[in-house]
T-cell receptor, first 114, second 115 residues
Framework: KAGVTQTPRYLIKTRGQQVTLSCSPI?????VSWYQQTPGQGLQFLFE???????NKGNFPGRFSGRQFSNSRSEMNVSTLELGDSALYLC?????????????FGPGTRLTVT | QKEVEQNSGPLSVPEGAIASLNCTYS??????FFWYRQYSGKSPELIMS????GDKEDGRFTAQLNKASQYVSLLIRDSQPSDSATYLC???????????????FGRGTQLTVWP
């Protein structure tokens, strides 16, 4: 079974621009969670989608948004990029139901904002 | 604020030794507990999950959970240099109106296994 895939793997953007990251979960998984990882803050939860609905949300500004499609693929968008948005963005998929909370991470997208 | 604390590293052990990694959490309603391994420059990899009090063994890894003490640990037996990585403890806390919540991560413990 194929793992979680994320595209692109690397991105360089300038301040003020916007960016869209994509995530394809493991086949059969309906939940997709997004995390930001930085050396200073560690892994921080952004949001979780299940069946095209945002089910949980972390403490990030409204510039960070996401969505999920009917095939469970998910995208996250960051608008008006700031230097502090430079981070590794990780997507994790899970079944999302039936008592299984195990999350499997994709390889991540390394975003650099200059 | 949900807190997940891990023993501060770095932890250094010789090859063949037992590495012990500890984690405490603040929210008593936490239901599920996970250990992830993250190699430098890579994404976290799930290595153990534990849901009930007691021990769970998988190969060289043993996870231990004590919900009364709000404590979870990971033992790595016969440590190998390839085990050198950062180990992240994660805790699931049920969300409002749902048993399925989000994962809270500790800051990680860096383990080095030297030959």
């Amino acid at each position: 079974k194929a793992g979680v895939t994320q595209t692109p793997r690397y991105l360089i953007k300038t301040r003020g621009q916007q960016v869209t990251l994509s995530c394809s979960p493991i086949s059969g998984h309906r939940s997709v969670s997004w995390y930001q990882q930085t050396p200073g803050q560690g892994l921080q939860f952004l949001f979780e989608y299940f069946s095209e609905t945002q089910r949980n949300k972390g403490n990030f500004p409204g510039r960070f948004s996401g969505r999920q499609f009917s095939n469970s693929r998910s995208e996250m968008n960051v608008s008006t990029l700031e230097l502090g948005d430079s981070a590794l963005y990780l997507c994790a998929s899970s079944l999302g139901h039936g008592g299984s909370y195990e999350q499997y991470f994709g390889p991540g997208t390394r975003l650099t904002v200059t | 604020q949900k807190e997940v604390e891990q023993n501060s590293g770095p932890l250094s052990v010789p090859e063949g030794a037992i590495a012990s990694l500890n984690c405490t959490y603040s929210d008593r309603v936490s239901q599920s507990f996970f250990w992830y391994r993250q190699y430098s420059g890579k994404s976290p990899e799930l290595i153990m999950s534990i849901y009930s009090n007691g021990d769970k063994e998988d190969g060289r890894f043993t996870a231990q959970l004590n919900k009364a003490s709000q404590y979870v640990s990971l033992l790595i037996r016969d440590s190998q240099p390839s085990d050198s990585a950062t180990y992240l403890c994660a805790v699931n806390v049920p969300g409002r109106g749902s048993t399925l919540g989000r994962l809270y991560f500790g800051r990680g413990t860096q383990l080095t296994v030297w030959p």
